[in-house]
């Protein structure tokens, strides 16, 4: 198995893992892939691992569950 770790990549191998990755990242499709790209530029400048810019993402997810709740339609 491949490692991805920055100390083992170069950074164009970086910014072809996270090209590979995220498909198209110009953004053409539905302008959603500049944000994921811009996300992924500590990983391909060699900053960060990609762990940790996931970890970090996941971190800021907010699940639904944690929203309003629904109490019904008052026609009762």
């Given at each position: 198995?491949?490692?991805y770790l920055i100390q083992n990549?170069?950074?164009e191998e970086r910014?072809?893992?996270v090209a590979e990755s995220i498909g198209?990242?110009?953004g053409a499709c539905d302008s959603c892939?500049?944000?994921l790209a811009e996300m992924y530029?500590?990983?391909i400048d060699g900053k960060r691992e990609l762990r940790e810019i996931n970890m970090a993402f996941s971190a800021h997810?907010?699940?639904g569950a944690e929203?309003?709740?629904r109490s019904g339609c008052g026609m009762a």
């Open positions: 198995m491949k490692s990549t170069t950074r910014e072809q893992i198209k990242i110009d892939m500049p944000g530029q500590d990983y997810y907010v699940s929203g309003p709740t």
